[in-house]
């Protein structure tokens, strides 16, 4: 499983964009991307998974450069509600089976 | 939407008791999951379970531990005999069947052993 790196924390402010970057040098050929949001007290969430280029979805959009060493979660306008701590995955995404690892994530402040 | 629940919210149970904590994946899931998440670090993975039987489990899935699927409905995880530091939430999680690869994660069960 590839080592991932993101900052511990980012402060931001309501309806401003949010860019989380995570770095991910050995990420292996078949590795999806996948980002997880954590609200306190409660379970991980699904926000998005990525191979390479642009994913958007509805909550959020996933930008990953030509040599996947490195993604980014952009959250466009943010909320008090977006405050969680996001964190960035890396491992077979296809089937989707596998366990996943969580590092210590990115704990985003947002505030008005 | 479909949801995991989990059963209880808060445990407190003394040390050396028995705890089984209790998981109502989404109905067509096929694959599920513990995880727990000591107060202020990370998500860890303990056990997964397929088919009635665990696929893989961690370090911390020692004798302690044991999964079941008594039912076609609920998914139970037990510690035969608690320890000071089990005390955490413990988060039953899902995933549909092929094709899809979000894990669905409960609300967890917030375990005190005093």
């Known amino acids: 499983l590839a080592k991932t790196t993101q900052p511990i924390s980012m402060d931001s402010y309501e309806g401003q964009e949010v860019n989380i970057t995570c770095s991910h040098n050995n990420i292996a050929t078949n590795d999806y991307i996948t980002w997880y949001q954590q609200f306190p007290s409660q379970g991980p969430r699904f926000i998005i998974q990525?191979?390479?280029t642009k994913v958007t979805n509805e909550v959020a959009s996933l930008f990953i450069p030509a040599d996947r060493k490195s993604s980014t979660l952009s959250l466009p306008r943010v909320s008090l509600s977006d405050t969680a701590v996001y964190y960035c995955?890396?491992?077979?995404?296809?089937?989707?089976?596998?366990?996943?690892?969580f590092g210590t994530g990115t704990r985003l402040l947002v505030s008005p | 939407e479909p949801e995991v629940t989990q059963t209880p919210s808060h445990q407190v149970t003394q040390m050396g008791q028995e705890v089984i904590l209790r998981c109502v994946p989404i109905?067509?899931?096929?694959?599920f999951y513990w995880y727990r998440q000591i107060l202020g670090q990370k998500v860890e993975f303990l056990v997964s379970?397929?088919?009635?039987?665990?696929?893989?489990k961690s370090e911390i899935f020692d004798d302690q531990f044991s999964v079941e699927r008594p039912d076609g409905s609920n998914f139970t995880l037990k510690i035969r005999s608690t320890k000071l530091e089990d005390s955490a939430m413990y988060f039953c999680a899902s995933i549909p069947p092929a094709g899809r690869y979000e894990q669905y994660f409960g609300p967890g069960t917030r375990l005190t052993v005093t």
């Open positions: 109905s067509n899931h096929l694959y």
């Open positions: 990525g191979y390479k």
């Open positions: 995955l890396v491992g077979d995404g296809i089937t989707g089976f596998q366990k996943l690892v």
């Open positions: 379970f397929y088919n009635n039987e665990i696929s893989e």
